[in-house]
């Protein structure tokens, strides 16, 4: 994989839109650079890797809380008492 990717790479990575991509961009989820006259979004490979790390680390928190949560030992609590 080369060092900078552009919003089409990532989306293609990702499995999103190129929009998708974009606004993960735009709200600073993914770190890139504006490069050339133009200001062609570049996103470096190694921010790409760290954005999917993150996603995994908030997944499995997420994962984490909704398997402990009040509603998972409600019922557990309910299934104990039949």
């Known amino acids: ?3 900078f990717l552009t919003l089409a790479d990532v989306a293609d990575v990702l499995n999103v839109s190129a929009a ?3 606004a ?3 709200s600073g989820d993914i ?12 996103i470096e490979e190694s921010e790409l890797e760290d954005y999917i ?3 995994y680390a908030e997944t499995a928190a ?5 398997e402990s949560g009040p509603l998972v030992a409600a019922r557990v609590n309910d299934d104990s008492v039949r």
């Open 1 to 3: 994989m080369p060092r």
């Open 20 to 22: 998708q991509a974009y």
């Open 24 to 26: 993960l961009v735009r």
């Open 31 to 42: 770190r890139a650079i504006k490069v050339g006259g133009r200001g062609q979004w570049r």
């Open 53 to 55: 790390a993150r996603m």
């Open 62 to 66: 997420l994962v984490h809380d909704l």
